[in-house]
């Protein structure tokens, strides 16, 4: 078989999901192709540790009131609209910026459980252990930066392409997953009585370790890493996630469900080299994390036992609550879009979700049975 | 009677379009010159001149108008980065900017680590300048947020050459970082 192209191997840092199972298959089993990838890999994360940089904050009313300025000049020009464009882009940027911040934030919450397990690179590494219970840490939008610096230190690996399996009804569900899968007796006015079942495979995602790729980091930022213990380098966490259920209770053809109820079981970790808590340790201890999230991880504890929720301060609040007797937590969007409810009990994380408000998120989840 | 109402809603209409694609398009446009200026207030500056330019010349809403916007964003930033007449003043503002960045991700920086990021930026936008104009380009573009299909039509090529170019130039700035070298 011929060799991966640059294009396509440039393009599967990306886009990791983009590469076919015939060419995943080919990187597997050809040393040269996967040292090129690697080279491909280091120089594009190094380009983005320099290039990805924080936006810069856009004036949009200033910038128009430039503009009119310079259009003035012109002959012929026509400014009357301006000031029509002004205020109403204002307004508008102003709603659909807060609008779609909190349905990320619903979404983000979601994703950061396995309820898609090909998530992203943040997820892999935050969703490190093996949850006996659930916590949130509130991140900002700078922690969230801070966050995806992480894949500088190491290679990360995503599971590969998942392809949902439309079932039935819950029985068929329960029986592609092999979960006993709960569906609600309570569902919010207005919710459809019928859901469509999809049921998702489950993946291995893994981060390894590179001595090589944090010097190269350290190095474009002219910065000091902490000494690398030994052992460190070349280890490996690997997440396993299993099955994941989503039933989806949509009435209209709107982008955002009324309400999804989402099971699947709690990810295990799979460890080569150094041990959680060492790994834990040192990449807290890395420069780029911001001193709260540190300081917000490593207050819960034991990091096998913790199952973390990422809530993105800016734009959604979280706070404990109880469901069917088990600990849990209700996140809503700071609009009051949609709320989400996850909790975890025997092994099997739950979540209810959906355009609808936390007191009914609430009491669907009560309800599952 | 009737050319002058079918001129005022004609003007109506571009004008009504031109919102529309300076609303979507705007801050896009921004991060793209922002990449290659490392400077918010030039980078807005390259954003507008390119609008203006684009109403006085253009349709808004013609179908490329999007990869226009953005064509020409990324080649008058480049222009700019490589006159030397405002390169004092830049790097003066990009110091004080990243001191503005550190300080509210960090609190208090270190006035010494302050340097070291202006050096770095300072760097990098010499790197990029002397980067052969598509390569630098094509940074510009991918890491302004633009897809490979809008980077491919911005650049005029096939969407299955953006990884070359890309891979090509991401290279290319490792090595100018690392060695100040061109390739």
């Known amino acids: 078989m011929a060799h991966l192209s640059e294009a396509t191997m440039r393009r599967s840092v990306d886009e990791p999901l983009a590469l076919g199972a015939r ?19 280091v120089d594009a994360l190094y380009a983005a540790s320099l290039l990805s940089t924080r936006e810069p904050e856009v004036n949009s009313a200033q910038a128009f009131r430039s503009i009119q300025t310079q259009m003035k000049r012109e002959p012929g020009a026509r400014t009357t ?46 969703n490190l252990f093996e949850p006996q219970q659930v916590a949130t840490v509130q991140l900002s939008a700078a922690d969230l930066r801070s966050l995806s610096q992480l894949r500088h230190f190491g290679k990360v690996n995503v ?7 439309h079932v039935a009804d819950a029985r068929a569900a329960s029986a592609a997953s092999g979960m006993h899968v709960l569906s609600p007796s309570f569902r919010p006015r207005g919710t459809p009585s019928a859901a469509s079942y999809e049921v998702l495979g489950g993946g291995t995602g893994s981060f390894t370790f590179s001595t090589s790729r944090s010097k190269a980091w350290a190095a474009a930022h002219h910065t000091q890493l902490p000494p690398v213990p030994a052992g460190l380098d ?20 709107g982008s955002l469900p009324d309400l999804v109820v989402g099971q699947t079981r709690a990810p295990r970790i799979a460890t080569t080299g150094a041990s959680v808590h060492d790994i834990e340790a040192y990449v807290l201890s890395l420069p780029g994390l911001s001193s709260t999230l540190r300081s917000q991880i490593q207050s819960l504890g034991n990091p096998i036992s913790v199952l973390v929720l990422p809530v993105p301060a800016d734009f959604a609040t979280s706070h404990p609550v109880t469901v069917n007797g088990a600990r849990g937590y209700a996140i809503s969007d700071s609009t009051g879009l949609g709320s989400v409810v996850i909790w975890e009990k025997d092994g099997v994380i739950y979540g209810v979700g959906g355009t609808l408000s936390e007191s009914d998120a609430l009491q669907t989840a009560n309800s599952l049975g | 009677m009737v050319s002058v109402a079918s001129r005022w809603v004609s003007l109506s209409d571009r004008e009504r379009a031109f919102e529309g694609l300076f609303e979507s398009e705007y801050s896009r446009v921004t991060a793209i010159a922002y990449r290659v200026l490392g400077n918010a207030s030039e980078s807005e500056d390259v954003a507008q001149d390119v609008f203006c330019q684009f109403y006085r ?32 003043g830049r790097e003066s503002t ?16 270190d006035p010494s680590l302050k340097v070291e990021r202006s050096e770095s930026e300072r760097e990098l936008r010499e790197a990029m300048s002397r980067l052969s104009r598509k390569s630098a380009a094509v940074l510009a573009l991918r890491y302004g947020g633009l897809s490979y299909a809008e980077v491919a039509d911005a650049l005029g090529v096939r969407i299955g050459q953006v990884g070359t170019l890309l891979r090509r130039a991401e290279h290319a700035l490792r090595r100018e970082m690392n060695h100040g070298t061109s390739i």
């Open chain 1, 23 to 41: 060419d995943r298959q080919h990187l597997g089993l050809c040393s040269p192709c996967a040292a090129r990838l690697d080279a491909i890999e």
């Open chain 1, 81 to 126: 609209w301006f000031a029509r464009l002004t205020s109403r882009a204002r307004a508008r940027s102003h709603m659909s910026v807060l609008a779609s911040g909190a349905f990320a934030a619903l979404v983000a919450a979601l994703m950061a459980i396995g309820l898609t397990p090909a998530g992203s690179i943040a997820q892999s590494f935050i």
């Open chain 1, 159 to 165: 599971p590969g392409s998942l392809s949902p399996q």
């Open chain 1, 234 to 253: 070349g280890s490996t966490l690997s997440v396993i996630t299993g099955d994941t259920v989503l039933a989806t209770y949509s009435a209209g053809s």
């Open chain 2, 57 to 88: 010349l253009h349709p808004p809403d013609a179908p490329y108008a999007r990869s226009w916007l953005y064509r020409a964003a990324t080649h008058r930033a480049l222009n700019l980065i490589r006159s030397n007449k405002r390169r004092a």
């Open chain 2, 94 to 109: 990009v110091a004080l900017e990243h001191q503005v960045t550190a300080g509210a991700g960090s609190r208090e920086m």
